[in-house]
């Protein structure tokens, strides 16, 4: 038995230590070594968080990932007489100094660093790549060998790479099941048939993949096409990715991923680092010029959904309306139809957004990258003349909408959490499924249809579907219990049309708390077994994900 008390000092230590640094309220964990008490009694203890609030901020200039080098030509798998590119890129234990002030931190990374090189590639122009697992046999973070596809039988260091938003036949997706071990290597084809977008290519090992991206395992991979080149948007140097992740360090500077208080079952709902991270450094500096950029934002967390604006120096600590106006010119699956206005932009993991910003405005003055209360990082913008030769044209890509009536099938899915009897969510499912459970969509390619998505957790979910790009129907506020019950959707107010910037092809999408979302999908480009999933890759290693296979028409 286990009394009220104890159950509160639990959850209340799981709080502070999950949520307090949610939205940078509290910047730092408490300084002191937590003991936690188990269920079983047993004492799990925790290392306190570095506080990272106390490092001098804009000492380090901003890294930016090095292009991906192509290593030769190999023949096409689909046509053995076209030569196509070929890349090899090893997974493998790497040091980096995340701050000038902390000692090196050690991190998994593809090549030499964490995030991996950019891949630059262009639309229509396959190319295969060897992704190599040169890991070390031991896993420097807490597995949780009680998770689906982590059970002791499991070697403990595996990867699988997936390369997020693309649309890639099975074989090379990165299915969570087709892992390899230290030593072993896969070669995976990417057709490149689809529009200009940044997508990323992370870890998706089954069980662990929550620890393996943590570790660093994740990088970008950039096409172009013709559509994107005419719109003469700023390029080379005045083009960059910003790749966003947030950390717990030690004090001696590791990474540190928390652990639940029962040791057999160290899995937990969900964190938040205090340590936000931008291409792998902390708190780091630009120096930009008087003119228009183009940032390729990417949201690399967890769990954490930040809300970044630009804020002037001087006014740091004021209120919204200082914050620097920018755009939005792309979603997670290219361009958008019209830039759109913004101050505020609000990006969940595994979304990514195309922004242009214009420090014209601003020479010689320095913004802040902030997100709720965290500083992220600092743009220092020169005084001098520029000539900016780039354009943000009005219009851009358009992005005809789906009629609803195109759909042959609508599909009801729920977004389960099950809590234990402190509250704290023990597992959560898609559509009260498990993963091992027999596949239950099976869309023709080539058809369409709308998955309706109901959330009646208190969370926002981002959903991610492999191999597709979507668009947004609506959000509409629903009674949850009236459709747990009697599975009757009450609605409790209008259908909401996405925000201007999510109005173009998406590959995930934020399931707000108690609401339905709709998202209607082509599903085009190859038959076969993929998955969808939450991207809080915590959810997603605890059973919210699910395998769905494209199947051919009959
Ligand atoms: Cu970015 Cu299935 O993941
Ligand atoms: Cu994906
Ligand atoms: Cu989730």
Redesign the pocket.
């Known amino acids: 038995m286990i009394t009220r008390r104890k159950f509160l000092q639990r959850s209340s230590l799981l709080a502070t230590t999950l949520a307090a640094s949610k939205n940078g309220l509290l910047n730092a964990m408490p300084t002191t070594t937590m003991a936690m008490t188990s269920t079983t009694g047993a004492v799990a203890t925790m290392p306190a968080a570095l506080d990272v609030s106390t490092l001098p901020q804009f000492v380090d200039p901003l890294p930016i990932p090095e292009v991906a080098e192509r290593q030769g030509y190999r023949p096409s798998p689909t046509d053995p007489k076209l030569s196509i590119p070929f890349y090899r890129i090893q997974a493998q234990s790497v040091v980096s100094k995340v701050h000038r002030d902390l000692q090196p931190t050690k991190f998994w990374g593809f090549g030499p660093s964490s995030p991996g090189p950019t891949f630059e590639t262009r639309a229509g122009e396959p190319l295969l790549v060897e992704w190599v697992n040169a890991l070390p046999n031991q896993h420097f973070l807490p597995l949780d060998r009680t998770l689906h596809g982590a059970e002791a039988d499991k070697p403990a260091v595996r990867t699988v790479v997936?390369l997020?938003g693309a649309k890639t036949g099975p074989e090379s997706d990165g299915y969570p099941e087709d892992w390899i071990v230290p030593g072993k290597s896969s070669l995976y084809h990417y057709p490149n048939q689809q529009d200009a977008a940044m997508l990323?290519y992370?870890d998706?090992t089954l069980g662990i993949n929550r620890l393996n991206v943590y570790a660093g395992l994740l990088g970008a991979f950039i096409i172009r096409d013709g559509v994107e080149d005419a719109l003469n948007l700023p390029k080379a140097k005045y083009e960059l990715p910003l790749i966003l992740y947030d950390r717990l360090l030690t004090h001696d500077a590791q990474l540190l991923y928390p652990v639940s208080p029962d040791p057999e079952s160290p899995w937990v709902p969900e964190i938040f680092g205090n340590a936000i991270l931008v291409n792998g450094k902390l708190f780091p500096y630009l120096d930009v010029e008087p003119r228009k950029y183009r940032f390729r934002i990417l949201n690399a967390s967890n769990a954490r959904i930040y809300h970044l604006s630009f804020v002037n120096n001087a006014s740091a600590n004021n209120a919204a309306a200082n914050n620097a106006p920018f755009h939005q010119i792309g979603t997670d699956q290219g361009l958008l139809p019209a830039p759109v206005p913004l101050t505020t932009l609000e990006i969940a993991p595994?979304e990514r957004a195309d922004l242009v910003v214009d420090f014209s405005e601003h020479r010689g003055a320095q913004l802040i990258l902030k997100s709720d209360a965290f500083v992220v990082m600092q743009f220092r913008v020169s005084s001098g003349k520029v000539t900016d030769t780039s354009s943000l044209p009005p219009a851009l890509r358009p992005v005809p909408k789906i009629p609803e009536s195109q759909a042959v099938q609508t599909r009801l899915l729920t977004l389960d959490e099950y809590v234990n009897k402190s509250g704290n969510p023990v597992m959560l499912l898609l559509n009260a499924s498990h993963w091992k459970m027999p596949v239950t969509e099976k869309p023709v390619l080539g058809s369409t249809e709308i998955w309706t998505l109901i959330n009646p957790t208190n969370d926002t979910h981002p959903i991610?579907l492999?191999l597709v790009r979507f668009q947004i129907l609506d959000r509409q506020p629903y009674e949850p219990w009236l459709f747990k019950t009697k599975r009757q959707l009450h609605f409790l107010g209008p259908p909401e049309p996405p925000d201007p910037n999510e109005a173009g092809w998406k590959d995930?999408v934020q399931a707000h708390s108690r609401m339905v979302t709709r998202i209607i999908v082509p599903f085009e480009g190859f038959t076969g077994r993929y998955?969808w999933?939450c991207?809080i890759l915590e959810h997603?290693d605890n059973e919210m994900m699910r395998p769905y296979e494209v199947i051919a028409a009959g």
Do not use: N
Request: glycine fraction near 8%; avoid cysteine; proline fraction near 0%.
């Open positions: 997936h997020h990323w992370h998706h595994g991610h492999h995930t998955v999933h991207h997603e």
